[in-house]
């Protein structure tokens, strides 16, 4: 071996363990394979989205769920120009937080658009869901811009 | 006075670092290790059985095994057996969690030590993993992507302006003035190349000692006179990306405050992080002293918070400052804070 080659050998990145969702993300998947959103209250009454068993802030436990809408918000957006290996997306394509009506709390996903030239924070978007669902942040296949529905 | 310069807290020093930082390391990490640790231990003149605690910090993602740490003992030592422990965190923790052990008052020295070797393989793809495992890294968001998001916020809420990202890039060197930082291609919107870190292999190491032994061991001991660490939310939107709540309470608990800040030591890997921390720190945005190295520059998980604490008593043994900041940052977009203050003791 040359003194500037580097052994190598594959390795695949992985968590090769099996969870259990428990009864509230559990529940929000469970509503996204119906295709709906659900989020859950806090303490002062403002709703989270996506949900958890506890406020992330005060620890408290959270029991009561809600339905929250498909349109929303883009609070922050970037660009994504060339998707990487495991994106579930594979062509360009926005990142963006998206607050949902009835939600205080935006949540992580994709906007599905050609370009950024589009895109602004504040701009209306709304789920697009995948065909087959199955229990999965991916059912979401992305955001599209209100505008822009035709199905 | 501030409960953690009361008096009833043991005095803690470091008293030798030694670091190594390449973008591209061949090295395995046992051989990166092996000479940094002898380093400190031949600058203070202790040999393994001297020193009363072991401490470090690494990622196993990174080296792709469980356990992985434990290889990396070889470059210490560990028979006969040693106490000895290890963090799954930037070498900040391990320090800290050294310096508890030190007000346990069971040891009187101790080497802590980290390191992280990415370039073998996708460190985007390691960070991506460290994401809410439900709702966040089965989209798989680069780090990059995740720091925009944030940046856009900051511009868009004028907490931060374009002019004084190129101005923070200026001055931590990424690019040499404003025509070249606008000049440059926006490669995750809104940030440029020069707002984003470049990564590196590495490795550091320390020997601290308390009171006493200290003095023995070192001319001017950079002595920690106070050191917190706070966590925010993991769920991304629950935080208010434009604070960073976790710093200041740090900074605050700390004792930042309690006087003047000769030199800061910012892991801040992004134009935007710099910005934001010295705004929560309530540190001038533009320091008088330049920092001693700048994470951008050469980012290493897992050892660039510990890095900057070696930097910061750097310049306390060089006579260069009295009274130094070290931060540390983990999680996504500064999710959690280190900070510390350590003193060369002029008074």
């Not at chain 1, 589009?118 to 209100?146: A, C, Q, Y």
């Not at chain 2, 940030?191 to 032994?213: H, W």
């Not at chain 2, 070290?326 to 977009?333: D, I, L, Y």
Request: aromatic share 6%; net charge negative; charged share 20%.
């Amino acid at each position: 071996m040359e003194s500037n080659e580097r052994l190598s050998a594959p390795l695949v990145l992985e968590y090769p363990f099996t969870r259990t969702t428990g009864p509230v993300i559990g529940a929000f998947f469970t509503g996204l394979r119906e295709k709906i959103v659900l989020g859950i209250k806090r303490q002062d009454g403002t709703v989270l989205v996506p949900p958890t068993e506890y406020d992330p802030e005060t620890s408290e436990t959270l029991t009561e769920m809600v339905e929250v809408g498909q349109v929303g918000q883009i609070t922050t957006w970037t660009w994504v120009q060339e998707p990487r290996d495991q994106s579930p997306w594979d062509a360009p394509h926005a990142l963006a937080m998206i607050k949902l009506e009835g939600a205080d709390t935006p949540l992580l996903h994709a906007v599905l658009v050609d370009s950024p030239e589009s895109l602004e924070v504040g701009m209306n978007v709304r789920i697009k869901w995948r065909e087959e669902t199955e229990g999965h942040i991916k059912d979401i296949e992305g955001f599209i811009p209100v505008e822009e529905t035709n199905d | 006075m501030h409960e953690r310069q009361a008096g009833k807290m043991r005095k803690v020093a470091i008293v030798a670092a030694a670091s190594r930082q390449e973008e591209i390391m061949l090295d395995t990490e046992v051989e990166m290790m092996i000479p940094l640790i002898s380093e400190v231990r031949n600058k203070v003149g202790l040999d393994q059985s001297e020193l009363g605690f072991t401490c470090s910090g690494s990622s196993d993602f990174l080296a792709g095994q469980a356990f992985s740490f434990v290889m990396t003992l070889d470059a210490v030592g560990p028979v006969p057996p040693i106490v000895e422990s290890h963090v799954e965190m930037d070498g900040a923790w391990a320090f800290y969690e050294t310096w508890v052990k030190f007000q346990m008052g069971v040891i009187d020295t101790a080497i802590v030590y980290s390191y992280g070797k990415p370039s073998p393989g996708s460190l985007q793809d390691v960070l991506s993993t460290q994401l809410d495992p439900y709702y966040v890294a089965p989209l798989w968001p680069d780090a990059h992507s995740v720091a925009a998001l944030q940046a856009r916020l900051l511009l868009e809420d004028g907490v931060v302006t374009s002019d004084q990202l190129a101005d923070c890039a200026i001055r931590t060197g990424t690019v040499d003035n404003r025509e070249e930082y606008f000049s440059q291609p926006i490669i995750a919107d809104p940030l440029r190349q020069a707002d984003c870190p470049t990564y590196a292999d590495g490795g550091v190491a320390m020997i601290l000692a308390s009171e006493g032994k200290a003095e023995e061991l070192c001319d001017r001991p950079a002595w920690i006179t106070g050191i917190d660490h706070r966590i925010d939310s993991h769920h991304f939107g629950v935080r208010d990306l434009t604070a960073v709540p976790s710093v200041r309470l740090a900074a605050q608990k700390a004792g930042v405050h309690d006087g003047p800040i000769d030199v800061t030591e910012l892991h801040a890997a992004y134009t935007t992080h710099d910005l934001l921390l010295r705004k929560e720190m309530g540190l001038p945005e533009i320091p008088d002293i330049p920092q001693g190295s700048y994470p951008i520059k050469a980012d290493t998980l897992m050892a660039s918070g510990l890095l900057r604490i070696a930097e910061a008593a750097r310049s306390i043994w060089g006579g260069d400052a009295n009274r130094v900041l070290a931060h540390a940052t983990a999680g996504p977009v500064l999710q959690q804070n280190l900070v510390c203050v350590l003193e060369g003791g002029d008074n």
